[in-house]
């Protein structure tokens, strides 16, 4: 028997960063999933192997490699996790130090230490055949990691003893291997779908862009945290202001708006946030000149954009085509993403 997980990324429309902090952000689902799918294989074929299709990475471990080193791991599970110790981490790193990573892939490495604590977290010592496929970017703060995650912690249980699972909270201890301190709210778009605790009245969809800038976010949060701790006023400041934007987005796109003026003038509110919410990730060093290139070209069509996001509402077509066509002279990739997506999903050999 085979499993397939589905699930979806994830855009921050507003409270990037704060949200790490514990203040409010405003986050939804999009379209573009990341999808597990897992087999078991009989106790003769003795490995454990991750194929992660879209980069062409592909890692095998022995059974009996497993047992030596994660002899801890593998005993009945909780329906809620317990911390990855650091010690475990030192573990698994060592395990995963085993195989041949590419240097340009060497970022994948905690993805990787993430999938074999998991695995025999559940699984235990049973060999079986995991592969991974995705259409979301990596590194482009679309939730990535997050669908990753949550698509392995929906399709391995499974295959346990046990279908109970909190796939949530399971994901999240996934993401502390892979980010160190993540953005809590990733996870949780990406199981349960829709926006974050928010009834929609505003139909939106997302213009992308991906400057393939790589970044790594535990860097970006340490180095916020950093900041924080060095000039804790002014921080409080912004990440208030940050909150209080987020606030508005919320009550903008929950508005029972009942005619096309009303429409356009929430749309125009959302166009002035979502700048100043720029503004304001911009004072705390999270931008890039590849973003700002961005920002630059989106202002010259007359559209609003800033860090994981471009425009709210309804964009008109011949617009978004020139922009588009600008964008990409730069390199960029660009697509467009319905948010409010469902939630984790989960089939039998193809069958719901």
């Known amino acids: 028997m085979e499993i397939t997980a589905r ?16 203040y409010t952000a405003v986050a939804s689902s999009i379209d573009l999933y990341t999808v597990v799918s897992l087999r078991l294989h009989s106790e003769n074929e003795d490995s454990t192997r991750l194929q992660l299709e879209d980069v062409g990475l592909d890692f095998s471990w022995p059974i009996k490699r497993i047992k030596e080193v994660l002899s801890h791991l593998g005993s009945p599970f909780s329906s809620t996790p317990t911390l990855c110790s650091l010690e475990t981490v030192k573990s698994i790193t060592a395990l995963v130090d ?10 994948l490495a905690s993805g990787v230490c993430a999938f074999l604590w998991l695995y025999t977290s559940v699984l235990g010592f049973k060999p079986g055949t995991v592969i991974v496929t995705s259409e979301l970017p990596l590194g482009a703060a679309l939730g990535s990691s997050a669908a990753y995650c949550v698509a392995l912690s929906a399709a391995l249980p499974a295959f346990s003893d046990s279908m109970k699972l909190d796939v949530n909270k399971w994901a999240f201890e996934e993401e502390k291997i892979i980010h160190g301190r993540p953005f809590v709210v990733d996870n949780s778009v990406s199981t349960f779908g829709s926006m974050t605790g928010i009834d929609s009245n505003m139909p939106l969809r997302m213009l992308i862009a991906n400057t393939k800038v790589g970044r790594d976010t535990k860097a970006l949060i340490a180095n916020v945290s950093a900041r924080k701790s060095r000039h804790p006023d002014a921080l409080c400041c912004v990440l208030n202001a940050i909150e209080s934007i987020s606030k508005e987005w919320s009550t903008i796109i929950q508005s029972h708006t009942v005619d096309d003026l009303s429409v356009t003038a929430n749309e125009e509110r959302l166009r002035e946030l979502m700048e100043m919410n720029q503004g304001l990730l911009l004072s705390i060093g999270v931008t890039h000149a590849s973003i700002e290139t961005v920002l630059q070209t989106a202002m010259k069509h007359n559209l609003a954009s800033k860090l994981t996001g471009a425009g709210g509402g309804e964009l ?9 066509k600008e964008l990409e002279s730069y390199g960029f990739q660009c697509f467009t993403a ?3 997506e469902k939630g984790v999903q989960i089939s039998f050999d193809g069958c719901s």
Request: charged share 20%; no cysteine; net charge negative.
């Open 7 to 22: 699930a979806p990324g994830m855009i921050i429309l507003a409270g990037e960063h704060a949200v790490v902090h514990g």
């Open 338 to 340: 319905r948010i409010g």
């Open 316 to 324: 008109p077509g011949a617009i978004v085509d020139k922009l588009v």
């Open 98 to 107: 085993e195989q041949s990573f590419p240097e340009t892939r060497i970022g």
